[in-house]
């Protein structure tokens, strides 16, 4: 079972304030990494699969970077507003059959008007 | 709307009752797989399927069957059911190529009393 931790577990933010949050992973094996927002009583949507050490990727005012060799991924997003406030689950992929991921806790971002 | 499609959205069983859980896509993606999700505990793989014709266990399949009945259909089997298995289910499903995330179904709320 690998370990994928997810930090911080919530964040309270003000609108327009930027932000960012952590998503650590054992850097063996790694194949991909994917970031998902998920919203109270949806389904998870993804954001970004990523696979190259180094790798940035960005959709409006969200990205996210990725670091293989040290095994950790930033998303940040920048000027928040009340409709980004949701679940960010992180999940990796490694060298297994079936595509299969496994998922951190998630940060669960909560932006006040 | 292409998609994911679960069924039942709600279900209350007694313990030890049995169901089965429905999920389809209409995307043509060969894996698909099966999540719970419990409090403080994230996304969790129950079982998954490769490929038509192929299932495999995930980190908790103890109680749980699964069937790929085709391409289209992967569905999830309580035989028996216990407290311990009141969660929320998700279904997903994935095409093949680097780039693609996970589709999510919209979750089977499941309570066992």
Redesign the interface.
């Known amino acids: 079972?690998l370990n994928v931790e997810q930090s911080p577990q919530s964040l309270h933010v003000q609108e327009g304030d930027s932000t960012n949050f952590t998503c650590s992973f054992p850097s063996s094996n790694f194949y991909?990494l994917?970031w998902?927002r998920w919203e109270t009583a949806?389904?998870?949507?993804?954001?970004?699969?990523m696979?190259l050490n180094g790798d940035e990727k960005k959709k409006g005012r969200i990205s996210a970077t990725l670091n293989t060799k040290e095994g950790y991924s930033y998303l940040y997003i920048k000027g928040s507003q009340p409709e980004d406030s949701a679940t960010y689950?992180c999940?990796l992929r490694d060298n297994n059959?079936?595509?299969?991921?496994?998922?951190?806790?998630?940060t669960r971002l909560m932006v006040k008007p | 709307n292409a998609g994911v499609t679960q069924t039942p959205k709600f279900q209350v069983l007694k313990t030890g009752q049995s169901m089965t859980l429905q999920c389809a896509q209409d995307m043509n993606h060969n894996?698909m797989?099966w999540?719970r999700q419990d409090p403080?505990?994230?996304?969790?793989?129950i079982y998954?399927?490769?490929s038509e014709g192929t299932t495999?266990k995930?980190?908790v399949p103890n109680g749980y069957n699964v069937s790929r009945l085709n391409k289209r259909e992967f569905s999830l089997r309580l035989e028996s059911a216990a407290p311990s298995q009141t969660s929320v289910y998700?279904c997903a499903s994935?095409g093949q190529g680097?780039?693609?995330?996970?589709?999510?179904?919209?979750?089977t709320r499941l309570t066992v009393v």
């Open positions: 079972i991909a994917h998902y949806k389904s998870p949507e993804a954001l970004f699969v696979t689950l999940a059959a079936g595509n299969m991921l496994t998922f951190g806790g998630g | 894996s797989y999540y403080g505990m994230g996304l969790r793989l998954y399927s490769a495999d995930g980190e998700f994935r680097f780039n693609y995330g996970y589709t999510f179904g919209s979750g």
